[in-house]
Nanobody, 122 residues
Framework: QVDLAESGGGLVQPGGSLKLSCAAS?????????MGWYRQAPGKERELVAF???????NYGDSVKGRFTISRDNAKNTVYLQMNSLKPEDTAVYFC???????????????WGRGTQVTVSS
């Protein structure tokens, strides 16, 4: 089991910036492999925004490349998403994702935060 605490969403004008944070609190039998962000806009499917593995390898959604930057503080089990040059189409609920291995259940699992709203509008 992993508890995820997200923060940093809000309302911003087009061209502005926001930084999201997500702190994970895993149980002792869970090893985190990677953390990242997904988003879901009204009427659309959830999509990848950015993901970073423990090794530092990153994967970004095509629509955010060059504008968003993911980073992690592994010691704090925290992932950040710096969002620059925001566009109205970035408006969505952003969900923190934590992926890892449960030693108790011997398998890979995904855990999700409750989501934080990001609205880009003038």
């Amino acid at each position: 089991q992993v508890d995820l605490a997200e923060s940093g969403g809000g309302l911003v004008q087009p061209g502005g910036s926001l930084k999201l944070s997500c702190a994970a609190s895993p149980e002792s039998d869970f090893n985190i492999n990677g953390m990242g962000w997904y988003r879901q806009a009204p009427g659309k499917e959830r999509e990848l925004v950015a993901f970073m593995s423990n090794s530092g390898a990153t994967n970004y959604g095509d629509s955010v490349k060059g504008r968003f930057t993911i980073s992690r503080d592994n010691a704090k089990n925290t992932v950040y998403l710096q969002m620059n040059s925001l566009k109205p189409e970035d408006t969505a609920v952003y969900f923190c994702n934590c992926r890892g291995f449960s030693m108790s259940y011997e398998g890979l699992y995904d855990f999700w935060g409750r989501g934080t709203q990001v609205t880009v509008s003038s």
